[in-house]
T-cell receptor
Framework: DSGVTQTPKHLITATGQRVTLRCSPR?????VYWYQQSLDQGLQFLIQ???????AKGNILERFSAQQFPDLHSELNLSSLELGDSALYFC??????????????FGEGSRLTVL | GENVEQHPSTLSVQEGDSAVIKCTYS??????FPWYKQELGKRPQLIID?????GEKKDQRIAVTLNKTAKHFSLHITETQPEDSAVYFC??????????FGAGTRLTVKP
């Protein structure tokens, strides 16, 4: 158990719909990262938050948005879903010590299937 | 932003042989280089990492080397075992910035 909790674990929805994925980081971790992993593909960086603020943005589509709340949990919102959005979405958190990045701890992922 | 390239994409070795996976990075400011192992259907987990102030780090059968001048780093697994079969990802980052991963290497260790 990494200490990072993601919900839901599985989600099946239709094209055009909107879903929200939730992530609770490890206690004390201020940085939260979102990654997309399509079938047999790599880890595509979507977005990073640090202590409530957006820190870095990767290849995140305009249909996707995210935020980190004051209690440090994060949500990834995916709208106008397309078949190609089907993937495993990972959240990861890390502690940052004096601006040094530490180990990323990954959640179990949320598997999204768009039909 | 940082760009990490990883080779090979697949690697098959006999049990007991060594395996080497190589990565290059583009941002000379990167100073933290972790390696993650992802078993089938599971989350990625850190197996070893190295910071730019050292050139090599070992942990039992696993070692990582870093060449800052050439901007490349490698993972070395010795005496491979079937349980080493997985997808391995390298990554690079600096100072709490986004962590970019390589495309992954699928390692198969044949008994």
């Amino acid at each position: 158990d990494s200490g990072v909790t993601q919900t839901p674990k599985h989600l099946i929805t239709a094209t055009g719909q909107r879903v929200t994925l939730r992530c609770s980081p490890r206690s004390g971790d201020l940085s939260v990262y979102w990654y997309q992993q399509s079938l047999d593909q790599g880890l595509q960086f979507l977005i990073q938050y640090y202590n409530g603020e957006e820190r870095a943005k990767g290849n995140i589509l305009e249909r996707f948005s995210a935020q980190q709340f004051p209690d440090l949990h994060s949500e990834l919102n995916l709208s106008s879903l397309e078949l190609g959005d089907s993937a495993l979405y990972f959240c990861a958190s890390s502690v940052v010590s004096g601006s040094r990045t530490g180990e990323l701890f990954f959640g179990e992922g949320s598997r999204l299937t768009v039909l | 932003g940082e760009n990490v390239e990883q080779h090979p994409s697949t690697l098959s070795v006999q049990e007991g042989d060594s395996a080497v996976i190589k990565c290059t990075y583009s941002d000379s400011a990167s100073n933290y280089f972790p390696w993650y192992k992802q078993e089938l259907g599971k989350r990625p987990q850190l197996i070893i990492d190295i910071r730019s102030n050292v050139g090599e780090k070992k942990d039992q059968r696993i070692a990582v080397t870093l060449n800052k001048t050439a901007k490349h780093f490698s993972l070395h697994i010795t005496e491979t075992q079937p349980e080493d079969s997985a997808v391995y990802f390298c990554a690079a980052t600096h100072n709490n910035n986004d962590m970019r991963f390589g495309a992954g290497t699928r390692l198969t260790v044949k008994p």
